[in-house]
């Protein structure tokens, strides 16, 4: 059912790590509309959500294709009339590899999603977000230029020196542009890029996610 006052937050990248972290942490304030391609960790999300006595939007999807993402953010405009917050999180974590060793479709797949995506679901959301909107951005610098991480590094740079350029451009008249800097988490992504590390150390994603909120 339309109810256009209800504050709605659209999370790219929510079924895992501190983009289900986000979304929980939201709920019940905002109705979650949560994208991922997994749909396993969209549904135990969806069930973190509704013990909260929030609710949520389960988008399935792949946010490199263009007709989904046209799709959606036409839905979100129809049912709600636009997003309050828009929190950006999927990433694609690329092979470690030597700059000179770069696997040729696992490159192809960090400028799709890292870049390209980002580029073009910024064009769709900026509608929904308006002038009082905020969309959400993580910065990864300790990535950038260090070895091994020349596909993910690189493209990484690249997604936030775009959000740097919108956020330049809007911050007159909006929406908000924030860039964040998370500390360093026990996600399925660092232990990709860090296999043995000592876990114990890192912050749990959910007191990330108060802190990252609270910057808001």
């Known amino acids: 059912m339309t109810n256009p006052d209800e504050?709605?937050?659209?999370?790219?990248?929510?079924?895992?790590?501190?983009?289900?972290?986000l979304a929980e942490a939201l709920a019940p304030d905002y109705h979650i509309v949560a994208v991922a391609r997994t749909v396993g960790g969209?549904?135990?999300?969806d069930d973190r959500i509704k013990a909260k006595g929030g609710a949520a939007t389960l988008a399935p999807m792949d946010i490199t294709q263009d007709a989904a993402m046209q799709h959606l953010c036409r839905s979100i405009h129809d049912r709600w009339g636009g997003v309050k917050l828009w929190i950006h999180t999927a990433i694609h974590d690329t092979q470690l590899s030597?700059?000179?060793?770069?696997?040729?479709?696992?490159?192809?797949?960090?400028?799709?999603?890292?870049?390209?995506?980002?580029?073009?679901m910024i064009t769709y959301v900026a509608p929904l977000l308006g002038r009082d909107g905020t969309a959400l951005f993580f910065?990864?610098?300790s990535t950038s230029g260090a070895k091994f991480?020349?596909?993910?590094?690189?493209?990484?740079?690249?997604?936030?020196a775009l959000a740097r350029s919108w956020?330049?451009?809007?911050?007159?008249?909006?929406?908000?542009?924030?860039?964040?800097?998370?500390?360093?988490m026990p996600t399925a992504l660092r232990a990709r890029f860090y296999p043995g590390e000592d876990r114990s150390p890192l912050a749990d994603p959910h007191d990330e996610a108060a802190r990252l909120l609270a910057e808001l």
């Open 98 to 120: 030597p700059a000179d060793h770069i696997d040729a479709k696992d490159w192809d797949k960090a400028i799709a999603l890292n870049v390209r995506a980002t580029g073009i």
């Open 7 to 21: 504050s709605v937050a659209l999370i790219t990248g929510a079924s895992r790590g501190l983009g289900f972290a």
């Open 139 to 141: 910065d990864d610098p």
């Open 149 to 160: 991480f020349g596909a993910y590094g690189s493209t990484k740079a690249a997604q936030i």
């Open 167 to 184: 956020q330049a451009e809007t911050a007159k008249n909006g929406p908000r542009v924030h860039i964040a800097t998370p500390n360093p």
């Open 42 to 45: 969209l549904e135990d999300l």
